[in-house]
């Protein structure tokens, strides 16, 4: 099943203590993409990578790392976590866009952090 | 990069027509519009997009105004379902790769 999977789901944590959130996806897209989601503000992109080693920055990667080392994988890094970074966070991927075409993008199922 | 106006929430009749506005009025013309929905705070699920023709699919249709500043989302029979925060964006390129700005959607609320 064409799938992308995010771990964990819930994550509650503490000020400081860096984590990892995986992304993973089975369609062998290019495109992957985390994006947060607050109430009131809609989901906003916080990194995007076009391809392995390719990543760039979205709209609020304040706070944020990634790094793309396998086409399949796209982890985000919280290198020291703070309470305004408790948010829904989802993971997408999609085949490569080209200039004047659109590919769906697929999201995985999110990930609710918790910053104490 | 052109950016889109919806209601803030809409409720629809189970079995009727819900009809989900948006506008964007500053689109140019390379820009698609296209329709994503969110179950409670599941990950969005794509729907439909179009340029500047209508289009249908198995889960919905789309129809673009001739001046493409307006478009409408038609889910032919609502069920309850349905019931959702729908997402009309628009996608433009940036560095050879095509970007997207979620809004904050509209809650479509489907009445038994």
């Known amino acids: 099943e064409a799938q992308v999977t995010q771990n964990p789901r819930y994550l509650i944590t503490v000020t400081g203590k860096k984590l990892t959130v995986t992304c993973s996806q089975n369609?062998?897209?290019?495109?992957m993409s985390w994006y947060r989601q607050d109430p009131g503000l809609g989901l906003r992109q916080i990194y995007y990578s076009m391809n392995v080693e390719v990543t760039d920055k979205g709209d609020v990667p304040e706070g944020y790392k990634v790094s793309r080392k396998e086409k399949r994988n796209f982890p985000l890094i919280l290198e020291s976590p703070s309470p305004n970074q408790t948010s829904l966070y989802f993971c997408a991927s999609s085949s490569t866009s080209l200039a004047g075409t659109y590919n769906e993008q697929f999201f995985g199922p999110g990930t609710r952090l918790t910053v104490l | 990069d052109a950016k889109t106006t919806q209601p803030t929430s809409m409720d629809c009749a189970e079995g009727r027509a819900a009809n989900l506005p948006c506008n964007h009025s500053?689109?140019?013309?390379?820009?698609?519009v296209y329709w994503y929905r969110q179950i409670h705070s599941q990950g969005p699920q794509y729907i439909i997009h179009g340029l500047k023709n209508n289009e249908t699919n198995e889960m919905a249709s789309l129809i673009i105004t001739e001046d493409r500043k307006s478009s409408t989302l038609i889910l032919p029979h609502a069920t309850l379902r349905d019931t959702a925060v729908y997402y009309c964006?628009?996608?433009?390129?940036?560095?050879?790769?095509?970007?997207?700005?979620f809004g904050i959607g509209t809650k479509l609320q489907v009445i038994p």
């Open positions: 964006i628009v996608s433009w390129i940036s560095g050879g790769y095509q970007k997207v700005t």
């Open positions: 500053t689109i140019s013309g390379n820009e698609y």
């Open positions: 369609m062998n897209h290019e495109y």
